[in-house]
């Protein structure tokens, strides 16, 4: 008699490609546990681009760039949600589920981006250009969020400033992302000196010795990356537009300047595509492991908590910027 297989193994197929068949094994007691779990809370797991593919491809249920999972938070009827995510991603969900669970499966999982900037200096910004309006990146604190005018991501940042009809922005904390959105419009743009610790890393000499090494290669950044780089590649977009461009040009050869999982998760997706990896790890993306997951479920840890009052002025800038 054959032994009733466990019910991830058929999951195996989707990510052979990026997980060798060693490491399997390891993950397929949490992935059992957690699909287990998700139906018992009624539980759905969000999970960003940079999630590791065991995460993004076995156990997630809504998968995105911060955009997407703004959004499909605002919508999901779930009681609980998880997000396989960094912590102001976590807070983005709950402003728009206020009622809702949220957790966090690793209250470390933070981003340098969002430890740039507080909400004094945002006020201290408002007072040095009274009347300028103030874009704030979602990767920043509830509490900077509370002191802007609307959000932005990667995904949506020059439609935002271009929606406001105005001369002048300041958008706030991530310096290169402005000075990226900044070369694309007319609106004059007063920026922070905030920057992403993976992006920051990548050099324009990277892209040139990639073009060398691998002649014909399609170059991808993310808008995180130094204006420079951004200037090299041959295509710049938030991870979702990264994922799109290779879905639509089918490149025969990509590197994505931008955090590893990347390349995995997409690579699983488009198995003709050859691509090249150099690639940054973010710390804070990888706290966050199958384990942590599953015990986020088991003990309802750590759920996301924010002040009313704060949360109240937060999520008006995170919907106006959903409205747009
Ligand atoms: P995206 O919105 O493009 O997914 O970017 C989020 C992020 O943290 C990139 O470093
Ligand atoms: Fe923050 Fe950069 Fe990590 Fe994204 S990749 S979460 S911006 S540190």
């Known amino acids: ?133 103030i874009v704030t990146y979602v990767n920043t604190s509830a509490a900077v969020k509370a002191e802007s005018d609307i959000c932005c991501t990667s995904g949506n940042a020059k439609a935002i400033v271009e929606s406001l009809g105005v001369p002048r922005v300041i958008m706030l904390p991530d310096e290169y992302l402005a000075k990226n959105v900044a070369a694309e419009t007319d609106v004059e743009i007063l920026a922070w000196k905030g920057h992403c610790e993976v992006h920051e890393r990548f050099s324009p000499a990277d892209i040139r010795e990639l073009r060398e090494a691998h002649p014909g290669v399609t170059v991808l950044a993310h808008p995180e990356c130094p204006p420079d780089v951004v200037a090299e590649a041959d295509f710049s977009g938030s991870t979702a537009a990264m994922s799109d461009y290779v879905a639509r040009k089918k490149p025969a050869r990509v590197v994505l300047m931008t955090e590893c999982s990347m390349s995995d998760n997409v690579a699983v997706e488009h198995p003709e595509v050859d691509f090249i990896r150099p690639c940054n790890l973010c710390p804070h993306m990888k706290r966050i492991t199958l384990a942590s997951i599953r015990a986020a479920l088991e003990e309802n840890q750590h759920e996301v908590q924010i002040d009313p009052w704060l949360a109240g002025r937060a999520r008006r800038a995170v919907e106006r910027m959903l409205a747009i």
């Not at 195996?12 to 060798?20: A, D, K, L, T, W």
């Not at 955009?67 to 997000?83: P, S």
């Not at 966090?104 to 040095?128: E, F, N, Y």
């Open 1 to 133: 008699m054959t032994a009733a297989l466990p019910s991830a193994a058929h999951l195996y197929e989707r990510v052979r490609m990026v997980i060798p068949p060693i490491e399997w094994p390891a993950f397929v007691d949490d992935i059992d546990a957690i699909l287990a779990l998700k139906r018992e809370r009624n539980a759905v797991i969000l999970a960003h681009n940079y999630q590791t593919p065991e995460i993004f491809h076995c156990v997630a249920d809504i998968v995105g760039d911060s955009l997407a999972l703004a959004r499909k938070a605002a919508e999901t009827e779930a009681d609980v949600i998880v997000l396989a995510g960094v912590h102001f991603m976590a807070e983005t969900a709950k402003l728009l589920n206020p009622d809702k669970t949220v957790l966090i499966p690793d209250l470390d999982a933070g981003c340098s981006l969002a430890d740039s900037i507080t909400a004094d200096d945002v006020r201290l910004m408002r007072q040095r250009y009274p009347g300028v309006p």
